[in-house]
């Protein structure tokens, strides 16, 4: 529980509050409880006042405050002259918007940005930004006004067609929601942020969104599919290409969510007088995507040699030419699998979380949040402006109606001029002569005052004439705007002829391309490597590297007790496969093993090791050095096979098929171990071989490889040497191919000792092996000599 204090109370007021607790009185509350009316109380500010646009305007009310204040406060239309930014954003804060300028100008630039709106609402001049990412100018710095297409979100405001509401200290009145004339919603696209829900919504063409109203309103049950006929999609200010299936983008605008992928559109250069092959234009790019951060990306693929085929790279775009990023290959390169590449490491590609979420009316005019498919979009955006324009005649009407009521009491007095002149001048003052009007002519207060406040030379026998004609003209338009009030027939062709003229005044051509998810290609990354012969270096302590020409193993430079583990020859298109004492395989592109004549990187940087496990042996996948995976009669896996062996004296064959494919950071089980044991060997064996086994206590056994049993998967193995004596353990193991073949080891005394296949027969796995010394255990096994490739004799 916690507790408050209620407010001190004047003394004026009443010794208690409306609960019934005394001015000093502490409540006990329940902090759950108020934290959740807190916190709702935040979200719902956050929702309604900040984040999500209004259906009827698509405007946020930072938003709306701005174009409010510049329009009807500052006069800033098209044909005005520019004010400075500061100015408008000081008017904003000060009167409607008390947030803070840093806010109102972020979304003032958003607003002038022709890269981020479809149809700019802010004429800006000066530095409000740019596709290449750089900042806006302060805002004394710029100046701005409104575009001819901003005034038509506001244009009606002098109908009284909106509901007003007062700012934040009731000196003033602000709009509750702009009559816009078009469906800036969807025309400009928003993005938003709110508490558990966000909006990002593309912008989209005046004309198809126009044409798809137009459809609706003849059609209020038509479907988004058919309505999409008339919208093809998002249409982004900058162009690029829609790869998304038109039946996607269907789900997506009848679901008001989903994912609609972008990409860049390329051509080749033809500034010159003929196609230049070798050059690549990208002339439009994904909504959003910045030119500076991606020319940034591309550089850094060009100079890390990860797309040979690019040469150079450059920034060619201007006013004259627009968007121009310029590409050049390398002769005889295929441009599709360049793009392809860079669609996939690059923002060329994109894919925009469509959410249709926004503010909408419910069935009593409270606005809510929902998120809604493309249908009820502009059916919402529709009644309302049925709703605005009706209310617009009805203010006409009643300005009509006024005019009328006033222009028949001129013709009126016109019949009696000279009494009511004689009237007028024999009477003591205005209030007496309205008097004596009324009672000398069938007219009322209005009209009374309305003649005593004209000239009354207005009523001679010259101006009579144009009275009547303008008395006429009003009641020929109050006619016939009563007419379209009584017809909503005739009220929505209204909607629908206004919309047609500000699609006809300021509609323009589509600049995103559709396409289909046909085109994007799959992307092969061996396509982009160059087959370079290499050498993989591993240490005892996990470091690896890779090298072209190795002279001598002992000229390889190493951190201070450490020692070369193994060498493998390989290609750059290759893998290594490395194994680590827990039972883990991790394999890794070669091309991901950092290139270095120094100590290289710890192979933890690029995979995840358990704590304490050390790589114990590492395999190439290159088929010149590593046998290509074959089926074996009678065995569940393909060879070639592994020997595995661990500690507690367990011994496996499994296949290397599993690990020749790039793992993840975890890696893949090759062997199951159980607590307290740990693999000590891991080696390429075949069937005909035969294998040492020896222990700490100095316990040998030679057995064929051939007993055993291949696993399918991961598993614990069978027993290979059986170990009797207390704190011993299997130091490794020796495949045997040759007679010639020994195994050596170091014992406790420091001497180097061999054991010779002719010595110890071979006989079945699992027993205890022989006893090679009765006075001395044995510490380690020597590691054979490494035997480097002289690449000018393997084939490539």
């Known amino acids: 529980m916690g507790k408050r204090k209620a407010t001190r109370k004047g003394p004026s007021q009443a010794d208690a509050d409306s609960n019934g607790h005394a001015p000093d009185e502490i409540q006990f509350v329940s902090i759950s409880e108020e934290t959740r009316r807190r916190y709702l109380n935040y979200a719902m500010s956050v929702i309604m006042s900040r984040a999500l646009p209004d259906v009827r305007d698509g405007l946020k009310p930072v938003q709306r405050r701005i174009l409010y204040v510049m329009y009807q406060e500052l006069r800033l239309t098209s044909d005005a002259k520019y004010k400075k930014c500061a100015k408008i954003c000081g008017d904003t804060t000060g009167n409607y918007h008390p947030h803070g300028t840093a806010a109102v100008y972020d979304a003032l630039v958003r607003l002038a940005q022709d890269f981020t709106f479809r149809e700019t609402l802010v004429d800006g001049q000066g530095n409000f930004g740019s596709i290449i990412g750089l900042p806006p100018a302060a805002e004394r710095y710029t100046e701005a006004r409104l575009t001819p297409i901003a005034a038509e979100l506001m ?44 909006t990002n919504i593309p912008p989209h063409n005046l004309r198809e969104i126009i044409k798809a109203c137009l459809f609706l309103i003849d059609n209020p049950e038509a479907s988004v599919a058919q309505l999409m006929r008339s919208v093809k999609g998002p249409d982004f200010p900058l162009g690029g290409r829609i790869v998304t299936d038109r039946k996607e983008l269907r789900d997506i605008y009848e679901e008001g969510r989903g994912s609609i992928k972008v990409r860049a559109e390329w051509r080749f250069d033809t500034q010159g007088r003929k196609e230049v092959k070798n050059r690549l234009v990208i002339y439009s790019i994904p909504y959003g995507v910045e030119t500076g951060p991606l020319m940034q990306a591309i550089g850094e693929i060009l100079h890390s040699r990860k797309l040979p085929q690019l040469v150079d790279i450059a920034d060619e775009s201007d006013d004259n030419h627009g968007l121009r990023l310029v590409l050049e290959l390398k002769n005889g390169s295929d441009p599709e699998a360049v793009m392809t590449y860079l669609y996939k490491h690059t923002n060329l590609e994109q894919n925009f979380g469509y959410n249709a979420t926004c503010l909408v009316p419910d069935e009593h005019g409270v606005l809510v949040p929902d998120r809604c498919p493309l249908n009820r979009l502009l059916k919402y955006f529709l009644d309302f402006r049925f709703e605005t324009v009706r209310k617009r005649f009805e203010f006409q009407l009643a300005q009509l109606e006024k005019r009328i009521h006033i222009l028949n009491g001129f013709v009126i007095v016109f019949d009696g001029l000279d009494r009511a002149i004689k009237i007028i001048r024999g009477s003591s003052g205005k209030q007496d002569a309205a008097e004596k009007l009324m009672a000398e002519f069938p007219l009322d207060e209005i009209q009374t005052n309305a003649i005593l406040e004209l000239q009354l030379y207005r009523i001679s026998q010259l101006e009579i004439g144009r009275i009547r004609e303008e008395l006429a003209e009003k009641e020929k338009e109050a006619k016939r705007i009563r007419s379209i009030l009584k017809s909503d027939k005739k009220l929505w062709g209204v909607v629908g002829k206004e919309l047609q003229e500000i699609s006809d005044e300021y509609g323009s051509k589509r600049r995103t391309t559709l396409g289909s998810a046909e085109e994007v290609a799959e992307f092969d990354p061996q396509a982009y490597i160059l087959r370079e012969n290499t050498n993989v ?82 395999v190439s996948t290159d088929a010149r050095f590593t046998p290509e995976d074959t089926e074996v009669a009678d065995q569940p896996v393909p060879a070639p096979y592994l020997l595995v062996a661990t500690a507690a004296g367990q011994v496996m064959r499994v296949s290397l098929s599993a690990y020749r494919t ?10 199951r171990l159980v607590s307290g044991d740990r693999v000590v060997h891991v080696q390429l064996v075949e069937e005909e071989d035969t294998v040492f086994l020896v222990s700490r206590k100095a316990r040998l056994i030679h057995f064929p490889v051939g007993e055993v049993p291949v696993l399918a998967g991961a598993g614990k193995g069978v027993k290979g040497l059986k170990l009797s004596d207390a704190g011993d353990e299997v130091l490794g193991a020796q495949r045997l191919t040759r007679p010639s073949d ?40 020597i590691r054979p000599d490494i035997n480097l490739i002289d690449w000018a004799e393997v084939e490539t």
């Open 742 to 781: 020994v195994l050596k080891v170091i014992n406790d005394n420091d001497k180097e000792l061999s054991f010779g296949q002719m010595k110890y027969s071979v006989t079945s796995r699992g027993g205890k092996g022989v006893k090679t010394s009765q006075r001395t255990g044995l510490q380690r096994i």
């Open 662 to 671: 790039a793992s993840t950071k975890n890696g893949r089980k090759y062997c």
């Open 155 to 198: 244009s009606e405001l002098r109908y009284q067609t909106v509901e007003t509401r007062p700012n934040y200290d009731a000196t003033r009145d602000e709009p509750v929601v702009l009559p816009s004339r078009f469906p800036n919603l969807l025309v400009n696209g928003t993005q938003g942020i709110a508490v558990g829900m966000a």
């Open 537 to 618: 270096v591993i240490t005892t302590d996990g470091w690896i590297r890779r090298m072209g020409k190795i002279s001598s193993v002992d000229k390889l430079r190493l951190r201070e007790g450490d020692e070369v583990l193994d060498v493998l020859p390989t290609s750059t298109l290759e893998s290594v496969i490395f194994f680590s004492s827990d039972g883990t395989a991790h394999t890794l592109p070669v091309t991901e093993i950092p290139p270095s004549t120094g100590y290289g990187e710890p192979l933890a940087k690029h995979v995840r090791l358990s704590d304490g496990a050390n790589i114990i042996a590492a």
